[in-house]
């Protein structure tokens, strides 16, 4: 399907679901999006980016891609026939991340060191597709490029099943980036925040040797060391602040 325009559904359009869905909708494909509030709430948004509103269920009928792009609270509250419709062979990319005590309530499974994107699949019977979860909105809204740039910045995608691997490392590449395999979905620990290779704008390179360097157990000991280094950044710290911060946890660590 490389190149071809797609009937996507967006769940969630917050910072990466909405860029995602108003990137996509002008790359030509056919995007429905959607939230927990009905689809007239996002229509005003919908309308501006030429894309359809929908609630959650109208967002993956007949949907050749969904895109999750919701709190991992949230995953819980999805209907369990959400996905009952869609196709065997459209991927579900799973955009999320797990900020504990920050953000989301803790969970157990995920403390106990499962994959986030593991325990969204156990939550939706269905595969996913890890993708977009280590790239800062801004980024991913202001610094995609055309392939063989010197400066294009790389977004890892791990998932178990080839065939949808490579259908999402191509929308990633439409949209201006390098796509990195970051392996299967047990290995996506590796793209997790506090990760070597979360958030940093690295190349496909840097980001190969990134999800390599990343060590078992290790991230949610950083990740605390990067909320407190971002809260000593200021009330308004630049993209440029953000990323060397993120890098350098890693290497003064």
Known sequence: ???????????????????????????GHEVRVANSKGAEAVRPFADEIGAIPANAHGAVKGAELVILSIPLAAVVELPKDLFDALGANAPIIDT???????RDPRIAEIDDG?????WVSEQIGRPVIKA???????????????????????????GDDAQSKTLVMDIVSQIGFDPVDGGSLSE?????PGTPGYCCDYDAKAM???????????????????FSRFGQLGPNPSHADIINMNRSVHSDD
Do not use: C
């Open 132 to 158: 977009f979860n280590n790239i800062l909105a801004h980024s991913l809204t202001e610094l995609g490029r055309p392939p063989g740039s010197p400066d294009r910045i790389a977004v890892a995608v791990a």
């Open 188 to 192: 996506s620990w590796r793209q997790q």
């Open 96 to 102: 999320g991340n797990y900020y504990p005590d920050v």
């Open 1 to 27: 399907m490389k190149g071809a325009h797609m009937k996507i559904g967006i769940i969630g359009i917050g910072s990466i679901g909405g860029t995602l869905a108003r990137k996509l909708s002008e790359s």
């Open 208 to 226: 190969r040797n990134a999800l390599e360097q990343a060590v078992p157990g290790k991230a949610p000991r950083v990740l605390q060391e990067v």
């Open 114 to 118: 499962k994959a986030e994107s593991v």
